[in-house]
């Protein structure tokens, strides 16, 4: 009998490391540790996250002025709460392509606010940092701090073409500046 509690008990802490391995947890390690909390947001094909230290609220897609001469990733100037805020369209800035955005999240930078325009909001998530790709290199040509194993880009907004100032955007297209 007792031979038998021992097994059972064998056998259940063995399905209990098994499960914790699948779940991406492991009890030994102690408590997962946040690298990021984000606004999960859609922009053509991809899925990002906006970190929350950089996000001041989200809006549904206001009216944009377009003014003339501007690269095709910033589509505009709108009023947000009495400021003028540029507006980028994380999708072309990405090269991803997609549909017309419904929301704008309206972010914090250097430079001031900007206004991030994004084809849907998908809520909030903590990104724990066994989450990251070890494998995600720094590409001077995108706005990413970092992407996740499930493919959510982690969008960093001093990379932002607009915050960068004067030059070239990710597509070529000359960059307009906030200032």
Known sequence: MKARQESDAAREEILKR???RLAGTASDDGPRRIAARV???G???QRLGIPVEV????VTIPEITVLPGLPRWLLGITHI???IVGVLDLASIL???GERASAMAVVEGAGGQLGLAVESVLGF???HEDELSAQMKADSHRPIQAMTKDLVAIID???LPVAQGEGESPDGATRATTD
């Open 39 to 41: 606004a999960l947001v």
């Open 18 to 20: 098994r499960a914790e």
């Open 81 to 83: 709460r009495g400021e």
């Open 125 to 127: 998530r903590d990104i």
């Open 55 to 58: 996000l001041r609220e989200i």
């Open 95 to 97: 090269g991803a392509g």
């Open 43 to 45: 922009a053509g094909a």
């Open 157 to 159: 907004v001093e990379r």
